[in-house]
């Protein structure tokens, strides 16, 4: 495979990426910056184990179209291939919030109507023995609350839908 060039969009952040295989990953360069090579493997429990450098990140990931969303450490981020020449939305990556995976809703920390900050937990979701919570990607106001604890949803599933929040 040949080296490619990508924005991505993390949130309402957008960067340019530049990937090259190897033949034990990729390295990988954001913004013109030095390369860094990634390996990604599965553990014995099935978690998505990333070496960067030397750093290890274990979580969950799974593509859903020119998406990727990956679940870490209470955290949800996505990834999403740009045209070159495309911005990031205007509200802040803030829309939908999907199931990253198949699981059951265990918990849900916020309701319709209410404001919350950047990183604040909106619901859990257990996938594979493993408790995912999924936050708000940016400052908003919960537009809608999709499911109840105790409810199993489906990869890709919307389970919530967030709004800009109201202006001080």
């Known amino acids: 495979m040949k080296r490619f060039d990508a924005r991505l969009r993390v949130g309402d952040a957008e960067r340019r990426t530049t990937v090259t295989p190897v ?7 954001f913004d013109g910056g030095a390369p860094e090579r990634v ?3 599965r553990d014995a429990q099935g978690r998505l184990v990333l070496r960067l450098g030397e750093r290890t990140v274990r979580g969950a990931a799974v593509r859903d179209g020119s998406k990727i969303r990956v679940a870490f450490d209470g955290r949800l981020w996505t990834f999403e291939t740009v045209a070159a020449g495309r911005r990031a939305g205007a509200a802040g990556g803030l829309g939908e919030i999907r199931a990253p995976m198949v699981g059951k809703v265990v918990q849900v920390s916020a309701a319709a109507g209410d404001v919350v900050a950047a990183g604040a937990p909106l619901l859990v979701l257990e996938a594979m023995k493993m408790e995912h919570r999924l936050t708000a990607p940016a400052a908003a106001r919960v537009a809608e609350i999709r499911v109840k604890p105790g409810a199993q949803v489906a990869d890709g599933d919307v389970l919530a839908v967030l709004e800009p929040p109201p202006a001080s």
């Open 39 to 41: 390996t990604v493997e």
């Open 23 to 29: 033949a034990d990953g990729a390295d990988v360069a």
